[in-house]
Structure formats: structure tokens, C-alpha cells
Nanobody
Framework: QVQLVESGGGLVQPGGSLRLSCAAS????????MGWYRQAPGKERELVAS?????VNYADSVRGRFTISRDNAKNANLQMNSLKPEDTAVYYC??????????WGQGTQVTVSS
């Protein structure tokens, strides 16, 4: 069993920065894919960034502004810079094991508004 807890969300002005953290517990290794997704009202949940054993992927909309990293095998961080109003969403931490088992955190709200 895996538990994921997000933190770091909040209200920020356009152009500002936030750092999201995902604290994971359970049986986890660096070979497990971890990622950040987001879901805005009325829209589908979309991949923001993912990382597996140092290999990273980013959505085109955030590439160059967001950076995903792993502190260790369990924790994933998302540094968000140059935030835009369209980045407003609930951000979810995600983990996928080699078995295909998928886990989600409860989400943290990010609001970008002046």
C-alpha cells in the first residue's frame, strides 16, 4: 500500500512561484514512476510532469517553467515558476508501480490570480 500527501499549494500572483512537494510512504523505489497531474474546473486531469529513475517528461504547456525532481525514492517535488492564471488547478501527486498499480494523493489547490 502506498500513501501520497501533497503540500505547497496556495494563492500566488501571475509570474510568481510555488514549490509543491509529495511525501510518499510505503513500498516505493526509484524505478516507480512518480508524477504531477492537474485538473482545472470543467477540464480533464492532465499530466504536468513525471519522473522515473532520473528521466523526466513535461507537458508542453509547462516545459521551461516547471521542474520535477525526486529527493529520494519516495518524494517528488514540482518547482513552478513564471506561473500563469491558466496554471490554476488542483494538483495531484501520482505514483505507478511496475505491477501497474496506481496511487493518487488528495490534491493541493494552486490558484494563480492577481
Amino acid at each position: 500500500q502506498v500513501q501520497l500527501v501533497e503540500s505547497g499549494g496556495g494563492l500566488v500572483q501571475p509570474g510568481g512561484s510555488l514549490r509543491l512537494s509529495c511525501a510518499a510512504s510505503g513500498s516505493i523505489s526509484s524505478s516507480n514512476t512518480m508524477g504531477w497531474y492537474r485538473q482545472a474546473p470543467g477540464k480533464e486531469r492532465e499530466l504536468v510532469a513525471s519522473i522515473r529513475s532520473g528521466s523526466v517528461n513535461y507537458a508542453d504547456s509547462v516545459r521551461g517553467r516547471f521542474t520535477i525532481s525526486r529527493d529520494n525514492a519516495k518524494n517528488a517535488n514540482l518547482q513552478m515558476n513564471s506561473l500563469k492564471p491558466e496554471d490554476t488547478a488542483v494538483y495531484y501527486c501520482n505514483l505507478i508501480k511496475w505491477t501497474g498499480a496506481t496511487y493518487w494523493g488528495q490534491g493541493t489547490q494552486v490558484t494563480v490570480s492577481s
